[in-house]
Structures are given as C-alpha cells and as structure tokens.
T-cell receptor
Framework: DTAVSQTPKYLVTQMGNDKSIKCEQNLGHDTMYWYKQDSKKFLKIMFSYNNKELIINETVPNRFSPKSPDKAHLNLHINSLELGDSAVYFC????????????FGSGTRLTVV | QQQVKQSPQSLIVQKGGISIINCAYENTAFDYFPWYQQFPGKGPALLIAIRPDVSEKKEGRFTISFNKSAKQFSLHIMDSQPGDSATYFCAASQTGANNLFFGTGTRLTVIP
C-alpha cells in the first residue's frame, strides 16, 4: 500500500517531446506538491495544490503544467522537453497549513537526450 | 536565495561514531524544522522534527539540537551504523505557508 505513488519511475525521452508524470496519494491529504531534485541533490519546490487549486507556483517555465483532477491526484505535464529538464521529480503530499509529515513518492527520473 | 544552509556536503564516519550535520536559517518566521533521510532511488522520508519551543529532541539514536538565538539547528546520529548511510536534508517552514525549504543535503557514509 504505497502512500504516494508516481509513475513512471524512469522516463527517457528526446528533446522536444511532451511527457507526463502521474502522482496519486492514498493518505487523505488535501495538499500535493511537485519538487525537482537536480544532479546535486538540491530539492526545490515547483508547485503546490490544495483541493485541486494551485497555491504555490514557483518560477518554473510555462512548459511545465500541473493538473489536479481531484485532491488525491496531481499530474505534471511537460511540453517541449529540454536537456536541462533532466532531473528527478518528486511528488509529495500533506495536510494544508501543516508542514508536518510531508510524504514523498519515490521519484521519477527524467532523462532528456 | 538559499533559505536554509546545510553543512557539510559530505561526511564519512566510522561505525559507532557520532555524525553531526549542521543547518542555519535566516527567516525568523520559520517554526518547524524537520530532517529528512533519503536512500538512493527513494524519496526523502521524515526522520525527526523540532519546533523552536524546545532546544533538543531525541528519538532513538537521532537527536536534533536547536539554537533559536543563533538560528541554527543540527542533527546528531549517535552510534552511527552502515545502514545510516544516506543523504540527509534539513528543512524549515512556516506554519500555514505550505512550503518546505530544504537544505542542500549531506551525503553520509558510515564505514564498517
């Protein structure tokens, strides 16, 4: 029973392609996030959604578009992939107004060639 | 701008030794300071956390020391074991802000 599950785990694609990463949580949390971890392991928030509404949108290229069909799902769509998009993308969830206990998925390693 | 500064970048400790990782922050509005542990191929997992109303929190071999006036906090791993080898991240947040700011990570290697 994975609490936060992401698919796919690995994604290799060519420059210019469009790809999506899916995330689902079964913890009953109402807030979900996307984080990007670069090659130096630095974790940076990209987006935060609460009950399907965007509440944090950091400086991320417009090519990245999150979509939340319901509060248990937060997908990340990336258009026109670039080499610099190669990273590990983590989905996480928590209860709103509670920084306690962010639960992370196991990540999606995106490689753009 | 890095909200939370973490050091060292990497750390090698003998089995049974003490591992110490340090973090510093600037934003005095931060009121929650968790530590996350990340194994290769896995997502970060919450290890231990502290709020500024206490100066120390201990859970098993893991202790957080917190110095509010210096705006610093540290993780101590006592009797370090090879299974503790992982990347450790400190983080900080402000209640209600819904954003967790991470340090740059410390790669800990415990050698047998």
């Amino acid at each position: 029973d994975t609490a936060v599950s992401q698919t796919p785990k690995y994604l290799v694609t060519q420059m210019g392609n469009d790809k999506s990463i899916k995330c689902e949580q079964n913890l009953g949390h109402d807030t979900m996030y996307w984080y990007k971890q670069d090659s130096k392991k630095f974790l940076k928030i990209m987006f935060s959604y609460n009950n399907k509404e965007l509440i944090i949108n950091e400086t991320v290229p417009n090519r990245f578009s999150p979509k939340s069909p319901d509060k248990a799902h937060l997908n990340l769509h990336i258009n026109s992939l670039e080499l610099g998009d190669s990273a590990v993308y983590f989905c996480a969830s928590s209860q709103i107004h509670s920084s306690i206990g962010y639960t992370f998925g196991s990540g999606t390693r995106l490689t753009v060639v | 701008q890095q909200q939370v500064k973490q050091s060292p970048q990497s750390l090698i400790v003998q089995k049974g030794g003490i591992s110490i990782i340090n973090c510093a922050y600037e934003n005095t509005a931060f009121d929650y300071f968790p530590w996350y542990q990340q194994f290769p191929g896995k997502g970060p997992a919450l290890l231990i956390a502290i709020r500024p109303d206490v100066s120390e929190k201990k859970e098993g071999r893991f202790t957080i020391s917190f110095n509010k006036s210096a705006k610093q906090f540290s993780l101590h791993i006592m009797d370090s074991q090879p299974g503790d080898s992982a990347t450790y991240f400190c983080a900080a947040s402000q209640t209600g802000a819904n954003n967790l700011f991470f340090g740059t990570g410390t790669r800990l290697t415990v050698i047998p």
